[in-house]
């Protein structure tokens, strides 16, 4: 099913964002509220549900032993997997995931993954041979934009959240402690910030109309100093050089209020 | 006799009278007991039942008017989402005639109309027509979306809700019998529009809705009530009209064409 | 809006049992419902029941684009029974499998009999269960939201459809089996009914009962459905009260 949005529309969302505005009265650099809770699903190591406006995303994480990859034999796996299911918007379709979700899950992978947030050698129980993997799974639950950023949010908060049960090796063999749970060595944190072209400006967090109207869109993942470690562009259209750089210099200044919506890691 | 009070809410399957009373519409009828098939209000007129449903999809009829978005280009048609399970189409000929013209010189996708249900067969094809004052092609202006069954809500007693919305925002403002509400005007003013649409939508099943609606728009506009100080005015009837067959025509006719003056094509 | 609650205090019976939970025979675990918890979804519903949390979206009657399915006379309803990989112990790998599909069947024909699916020919009415986190039950679960949540969307039906299970555990016959008592139990009877008639729109059952137990085991599970629809109107109304 194809979603055909009124010309119309596309027109009168242009027209406001040239004259400053946006259908929501938000600033070009505000945030719709968000809404972070963590430890919502008692049988997942590690969850979180994230509001991004009416966007909602439950994250949870599970923790399994598996072989680590021969080119990393000392590093544990970290494996990001997100689903739109066909609750959360009319044009989802059941089914394998398409490439948005594809693409949803690859960003979120590695917008953590390259930023170090977790010391995965510390994920090593028997090099080259047992690891621990740790699985976190994105519910897209109710679509209305910007899942990305909602992605990564609640995908830093879930594991933050994560606790995996201790594993030491007796005799060559590996035994799990499930009465003693430990956080996961949480090492750095960071969050991705996204904003779409629409009548020539650069929008934070799009709505969905807004999405549905871009131009273009550019997704920017920011560690805590302001470095950055993931970027995706996307949409049909091109972006200048200078857009970017500018888009960027912002980012580190909304990142980090981002971050005061994580839950401190009083571990 | 009868179980439930009028405009009392409730839900599929409740039980409201029994056989001495008529079923209306969001009624049925089981072993000589009227039943609500919808969460919605009841409304007792002489010895018939209804329930006004608080939500609904539409379902097209003949001679409804109608806001359509054209979706698709065939060989002799145009289609078009009209917001409903049954999607519409525009015949050709219903704006060429007999001639033989590129249909995308006229209406491309994306375009949005206002159009009235020329007919719906029994595959549940429905056909639409342009032949009418004030049907034709909207150019800019916003679309807001509400639940068909609020419409009449919208409109109010003789326009009454929506003559006090285009009157103090100055914008145009079309409604189609589908649930869909175009509206036109200085850009703030439209989003003050859409604001107070949204709200009808949310509390078109509670009473005192007209004042509540006054305020905001004052409130949005930056106005002083004059009104505030007085005592509110009697809570109105919630969602049913006062004459039940009027609610089969909850426009304006008045309304209706004189929105649709700078439309026709 | 929804709040998810966790480390609930289990009610306290009167009746003495031996029930790991210190629930009394026929003693339902706490539960709450709640109607209109999603922006996109033309109606949903949110259900916890013990451990379990789902969440329902309903999108209907819409345009059917697949032909072969269409009906001429009525609308079809399709139910997707879906579990979140982080719902379970062990991470359940995305997508359907066996089990999932013969849920989705059997929900759709426990709520079909109740929907008007007659007033509108060639659509189609979609429901989608989304287990977030399975304690027990959670097909049960699963049809007594998707019901609140089809109301919720404005589908006109006879009745809400309603549905609990009941089975025996070390050698009692007990209401609403908890995931510990389903594990080690000898029997589970989930059963849905419409409420009003009392007629039976879903039946399974799995294990060794005898005729007098499947009996009792029966209607306790009714009973429990009717404590149950109590909770399902009240979500409703609660959605639209002032």
Request: aromatic share 4%; hydrophobic share 40%.
């Amino acid at each position: 099913m194809v979603i055909i949005i009124p010309e119309i529309i596309k027109e009168s969302l242009n027209n406001l964002v040239k004259n400053g505005d946006r259908a929501d009265d938000r600033s070009f650099d505000q945030y719709r509220d968000i809404v972070l809770e963590t430890g919502v699903i008692d049988k997942a190591e590690g969850s979180a549900r994230v509001k991004i406006g009416k966007t909602q995303i439950m994250v949870g994480t599970k923790s399994q032993l598996g072989e680590p990859f021969s080119d990393t034999p000392n590093v544990g796996v970290l494996m990001t997997n997100s689903e739109l299911i066909p609750m959360a918007a009319p044009d989802f379709e059941p089914g394998p995931p398409d490439e948005r979700s594809v693409e949803l899950s690859r960003v979120t992978d590695r917008c953590m993954r390259e930023a170090k947030v977790i010391d995965l050698e510390k994920l090593c129980i028997i090099e080259g041979k047992k690891v621990w993997m740790i699985f976190v799974d994105l519910h897209i639950i109710d679509y209305d934009g910007n899942l990305m950023d909602a992605a990564v949010l609640g995908s830093m908060a879930a594991l933050m959240n994560t606790k995996i049960p201790e594993a030491k090796v007796v005799d060559d063999e590996v035994v799990i402690d499930e009465e003693k749970k430990i956080p996961l060595p949480i090492k750095e944190k960071a969050l991705m910030c996204t904003f779409a072209k629409i009548g020539g400006e650069l929008i934070v967090d799009p709505s969905l109309e807004e999405e549905q109207v871009m131009s273009s869109r550019i997704s920017i993942g920011m560690r805590t100093d302001g470095s950055i470690c993931s970027m995706q562009k996307g949409g049909m259209q091109p972006l200048t050089k200078d857009e970017i750089i500018k888009a960027v210099a912002r980012s580190k200044v909304l990142t980090k209020k981002l971050m005061e919506h994580l839950p401190q890691n009083k571990q | 006799m009868i179980f439930i009070e009028d405009k009392q809410m409730v839900i599929p399957g409740d039980v409201l009278a029994d056989k001495e009373y008529q079923s209306g519409r969001g009624t049925f009828k089981e072993d000589d007991k009227i039943c609500s098939s919808l969460v919605g209000l009841v409304a007792v007129r002489d010895k018939k039942i209804s329930v006004i449903p608080i939500q609904s999809k539409y379902i097209p009829k003949r001679g409804d008017v109608v806001i359509g978005e054209i979706t698709d280009i065939r060989f002799s048609m145009w289609n078009l989402n009209i917001n409903s399970p049954y999607s519409g189409i525009l015949p050709a000929s219903d704006v060429f005639g007999k001639e033989k013209r590129d249909l995308s010189k006229a209406f491309v996708v994306g375009d949005v109309l206002f159009l009235r249900v020329v007919d719906v067969d029994e595959v549940k094809k429905v056909k639409l027509g342009l032949k009418g004052r004030g049907l034709g092609k909207f150019r800019d202006g916003i679309l807001i979306y509400i639940t068909p069954t609020k419409v009449p809500r919208l409109i109010g007693k003789k326009g009454s809700m929506i003559n006090m919305i285009k009157d103090e925002t100055k914008c145009e403002v079309v409604v189609g019998q589908n649930g869909v509400v175009w509206v036109k005007g200085d850009p703030s003013m439209e989003r003050v529009a859409e604001k107070v649409i949204n709200m009808i939508e949310e509390q078109a099943h509670t009473s005192g809705l007209t004042d509540r609606v006054r305020n905001m728009l004052y409130k949005l506009l930056g106005k002083e009530n004059p009104e505030e100080a007085l005592e509110s005015e009697k809570p109105e009837k919630a969602l049913e009209p006062e004459n039940p067959e009027k609610e089969k025509e909850p426009f304006d006719e008045e309304d209706e064409e004189e929105n649709g003056e700078d439309l026709i094509q | 809006m929804i709040t998810i609650l966790t480390n609930k205090i289990l009610n306290k019976s009167s009746t003495p049992s031996k029930r790991a939970d210190g629930r009394a025979s026929d003693d339902l675990r706490p539960f709450k419902i709640e109607a209109g918890v999603l922006e996109r979804a033309d109606g949903s519903a949110y259900l916890e029941l013990g451990g379990n949390k789902v969440m329902v979206a309903v999108y209907g009657p819409r345009e059917l684009h697949i032909r072969r399915l269409m009906q001429p006379d009525r609308a079809v309803l399709r139910c997707r029974y879906n579990m979140a990989p982080f719902s379970v112990d062990d991470r359940k790998r995305p997508g359907p499998d066996r089990r999932s599909i013969e849920i989705s069947k059997i929900t759709s024909e426990a709520i079909m009999p109740a929907v008007f699916l007659e007033r509108f020919p060639r659509s189609t009415i979609d429901v989608f269960i989304e287990v977030l986190e399975a304690e027990g039950g959670t097909r049960c679960a699963g049809i007594t939201a998707a019901s609140v949540a089809l109301a919720d969307a404005g589908v006109p039906m006879r009745d809400l459809v309603v549905a609990c299970a009941a089975g025996k555990s070390d050698g009692e016959v007990v209401l609403d089996l908890s995931e510990a008592e389903d594990k080690d139990g000898e029997a589970d009877v989930p059963v849905a009914i419409m409420p009003r008639t009392g007629e039976i729109t879903l039946l399974q059952s799995d294990g060794h009962l005898t005729s007098e137990e499947f009996e009792k085991a029966l209607n306790m599970a009714i009973d429990g459905c009717m404590k149950l629809s109590k909770a399902q109107k009240e979500a409703i109304i609660k959605r639209y009260g002032d």
